[in-house]
């Protein structure tokens, strides 16, 4: 999908600090140091023990596309400081009218399951370019990784029973409408009622008719004989406008009609009440009445809990329409990405300085240097289960020298806690080059590559991260040398200001 939104550039969804901070760059030369910026979440959503990694090729492609147009420079040219000047001189607006991006991106695939901590996107080029990018990338990074968490949660809770994505009506805008329809697909529900969502993704599109449809005639019974008239083929009736089992019984009778003319009732929609009771009472109804196929599909502000609940209850549902507390994150309305810069080449010898961010609170004690990451996996006839995650350092001559028989891993958040990863173990590195000097290096997956990307790496965890409630905590730590590098940044930067430390620090 291109620039839906934006006839022209979209160079401007950014926020006035990032340029501000550029100007700042190019006025005092620094425009073009290198600089190394990680993208990554400090806290799971919903409470999850894993998350799913989405929004990359939406994002690639805004940065493929990124420029300034003339309409862009004009209305910076309008912005004026506390004193009523122009905020930008004009030598400043002509540099971004030919800025061409030299970055490289490494980052996560879609569908990746991922964990706090760990970056989902590697930015490395020019601090000006980069800085440029922060707002636009986590805009679209942490929408979808929300919503696509959430309908992994989801589509966990109906157990490989069909959900489909019900919520453009609800969401935040057209845009989040599409984006979250998006990312829920990647998540693993298997359509969308999103019709523009379907021609601008290729996403299946699923749908049945509304209580207007039942209201507007005289009686249900001839508004259902109506709607299998118009669209044979695609019979499901919503039958709680006003007696539920009594609408399941008028639907069955419509459908021995369509039988007759050689199509087939394909099924019935719950959307109100105990969708326990009620879908086993219509299961019994639509069994005795000779269609044992048509399935029941069941809305009504559903997710995970509720669905899973429901399951527990023995309820007769098989397609599960969920809508608001999917495409709005219902219980957490954003994820807490953030973008931090975590190096800075030095000119002279080209080589990385770390950089690091401190804090009282230490969740927000940025992690420095060039980092990756790396899974480690055990495979045992031919099924293979994760291990562990271990963030380390690109360059580190622990993990990419002579391998040691073991890596040790910290928990960012909690020293005391560390684990022992065998170095025999199979590995593998979760990012991926990208982009190469602005430019693309492979192409994007298709989206039902990416789902089925989700679908298949959450084969690989236990049940225990993939629960509800109280989930297993994953490992993922810190490689020792990497923890080490981190803590001592950490204590230079709190010393007092006369002494001079060892490594440079971002404040």
């Known amino acids: 999908m291109k620039n839906l939104f934006f006839a022209g550039s979209s160079a401007l969804l950014t926020d006035l600090y990032q340029l501000t901070m550029a100007y700042g760059y190019w006025k005092s030369g620094r425009a073009d140091i290198g600089a190394n910026f990680q993208l990554y979440f400090r806290k799971p959503p919903f409470g999850s023990g894993f998350s799913v990694a989405c929004g990359l090729a939406p994002a690639l492609e805004w940065i493929e596309n990124f420029s300034f147009d003339a309409s862009d420079l004009e209305y910076l040219a309008t912005l004026r400081g506390a004193d009523e000047r122009a905020l930008f001189e004009p030598k400043f607006l002509d540099y971004l009218g030919d800025l061409k991006l030299e970055i490289d991106v490494d980052a996560m695939p879609e569908g990746t399951i991922c964990f706090a901590q760990e970056p989902l996107l590697r930015v490395q080029g020019p601090v000006l370019q980069c ?16 919503i696509a968490t959430k309908a992994a949660r989801i589509a966990l809770a109906a157990r490989g029973e069909a959900v489909l994505e019900f919520g453009a009506r609800r969401a935040q805008g057209i845009d989040g409408a599409l984006s979250a329809s998006r990312a829920a697909f990647v998540g693993g529900v298997a359509a969308t009622s999103n019709v523009l969502a379907g021609k601008c993704f290729d996403i299946p599109v699923k749908g049945t008719h509304a209580h207007s449809w039942v209201m507007l005639f005289d009686s249900e ?11 044979p083929n695609n019979v499901v ?3 709680d406008t006003y007696d539920t089992l009594e609408g399941t019984r008028r639907a069955v009778e419509i459908g021995r009609k369509l039988r007759q003319n050689g199509h ?3 099924g019935i929609r719950l959307d109100s009440g105990d969708l326990a009771y009620l879908s086993i009472e219509a299961r019994k109804i639509l069994d005795a009445g000779g269609f044992p196929d048509a399935t029941i599909f069941a809305s009504n502000d559903l997710d995970e809990h509720l669905i899973a609940s429901l399951k527990e209850q023995g309820a007769q549902i098989a397609v599960w329409g969920v809508g608001t507390r999917l495409v709005t994150g219902h219980d957490q309305p954003a994820l807490g990405g953030v973008y931090k810069l975590t190096a800075v080449r030095d000119a002279a010898t080209q080589k990385w300085e770390p950089r ?25 006839g031919g099924k293979c289960q994760n291990v562990a995650d271990a963030i380390y350092e690109i360059g580190s001559e622990t993990m990419d020298g002579a391998s040691p028989n073991e890596v040790l891993i910290v928990d960012p958040l909690d020293a005391l806690h560390r684990r022992r990863v065998s170095s025999q173990l199979e590995c593998r590195e979760l990012l991926e080059s990208v982009i190469r000097d602005g430019k693309r290096v492979k192409p994007s997956p298709s989206l039902l590559e990416s789902r089925a990307r989700t679908l298949a790496e959450l084969e690989g965890f236990s049940s225990g991260i993939k629960r509800f409630v109280n989930p297993h905590q994953y490992p993922v ?15 230079q930067a709190r010393e007092p200001r006369s002494a001079t430390p060892d490594f440079a620090v971002e404040r």
């Open 221 to 231: 019974l001839e508004a259902f004989e109506t709607y299998a008239d118009a669209l």
């Open 131 to 146: 800085q440029l990018l922060e707002t636009a990338l986590l805009n679209i990074l942490n929408f979808q990784t929300l």
């Open 264 to 266: 087939d009732l394909l």
């Open 477 to 491: 730590g810190l490689e020792a040398g990497l923890h080490e590098k981190k803590m001592a940044l950490v204590l």
């Open 356 to 380: 690091v961010k401190i804090s009282e609170q230490s969740i927000k004690i940025s992690t420095p240097g060039v980092t990756g990451v790396r899974r480690y996996f055990s495979c045992v």
């Open 237 to 239: 009736f919503l039958v």
